[in-house]
């Protein structure tokens, strides 16, 4: 089996240089691919494909797109104060949304038993009704609406570790039983989303996980939150496909973020969800690009991430002398409430 990998040159067509979420991302954890003969080689790269108006309408209403093609049609604009659409842009987020249609169907068909879409724009913040956050297209809600209505999954995890809470998944899906959305994110940190209390609505309730992190959590924070609360309730959930929301602006370089995690800290994140992959779902594990603005950070740990995946998770988990030990806060309290309140952990 393989790892599938999915990129393309035209998403470096999407670029406003003075603004963070730029091309220059992309061109970084392009060179450390060139860079890297032996990781190239053992991927399978696959093109993305264009995500037509139904697949994109499965997760947001007509009215969005119908806006964001005005706006592109015109040269180009602003959607909010930080989310930029250039003439072309809108084709780009096809494109994104369409490379994690592509990276769903490498795993889900078998051609490939996991699969990383290098993509952007990015997208999990994009709501039903609203782009915003740099996210034009949600991809991760689309790719997971295409893995229910194409394949027929009935349950699907998104695990989402980018240091912002991806309120635009949790807003399409907090009514949906057939997606469990969980988020680790910095706390307080824009957009402001993401209390532990919020946990899905009407019959989506308990099918949202939020783990809303104090300031400089770290490597040894995120292994217990991942170890006590997001293992064990995937495990109850048992999804048949989990899609990571892969942002890696939780990194302690990162100039956005808040939080601390080191590459190796990535490494052991990217282990534990391989493991959890191969006892819920026979391995099924899609990772979408979302942040992460240092671009030696997300290179490194896009790089560690991928290494992990094709070592079968043997990053052998906070045993390296690469973790961090630096002081952090106690994540102790949100386990303990997390283990009282949620339908997921409680019991
Ligand atoms: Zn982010």
């Known amino acids: ?182 988020s680790t994110h910095g706390w307080p940190l824009w957009p402001g989303s993401g209390h532990w209390r919020e946990m899905g609505e009407r019959h989506g309730a308990g099918a949202t996980l939020n783990l809303p992190l104090r300031a400089l959590t770290g490597d040894m924070g995120f292994h217990r939150i991942f170890s006590e609360t997001i293992v064990p309730a995937l495990q109850r959930f048992k999804p048949e496909l989990v899609i990571i929301s892969a942002g890696y602006d939780a990194h302690l370089q990162d100039p956005l973020g808040n939080l601390a995690l080191s590459t190796a800290g990535y490494a052991n994140l990217a282990a534990i969800v391989y493991n959890l992959a191969g006892e819920c779902c026979d391995g099924r594990l899609v990772g979408l690009l979302e942040g992460g603005y240092n671009l030696d950070a997300l290179a490194n740990s896009v790089s560690a991430t991928l290494h992990t995946w094709l070592d079968a998770g043997r990053q052998p988990p906070l045993l390296s002398h690469d973790i961090s030990h630096m002081p952090e806060p106690d994540a102790t309290w949100l386990i303990n409430a997390l283990k009282h309140d949620h339908p997921l952990l409680r019991g």
């Open 1 to 182: 089996m393989s790892l599938a990998l999915i990129s393309d040159d035209r998403y470096l067509e999407h670029d406003e240089a003075s603004h963070p979420e730029n091309a220059a991302r992309l061109r970084a954890l392009h060179a450390m691919l060139q860079d890297d003969a032996a990781l190239l080689s053992r991927l399978t790269q696959l093109p993305p494909r264009q995500a037509d108006d139904a697949e994109i309408c499965a997760a947001h209403d007509r009215q969005l797109l119908d806006q964001l093609n005005a706006i592109a049609d015109s040269g180009g604009g602003w959607v909010d104060q930080e989310t930029y659409i250039l003439r072309q842009s809108v084709e780009i987020a096809r494109l994104a949304a369409g490379g994690a249609l592509v990276a769903v169907d490498a795993v889900l068909s078998g051609k490939a038993e996991q699969s990383f879409a290098l993509i952007r724009p990015p997208g999990h913040h994009a709501t039903p009704s609203t782009s915003m956050g740099f996210c034009l297209f949600n991809n991760a809600a689309i790719a997971a609406e295409f893995a229910r209505s194409a394949y027929g999954l009935e349950r699907v995890a998104i695990i989402d570790w980018d240091v912002h809470h991806g309120n635009g998944t949790q807003d399409i899906f907090a009514a949906n039983p057939h997606v469990l959305y969980v």
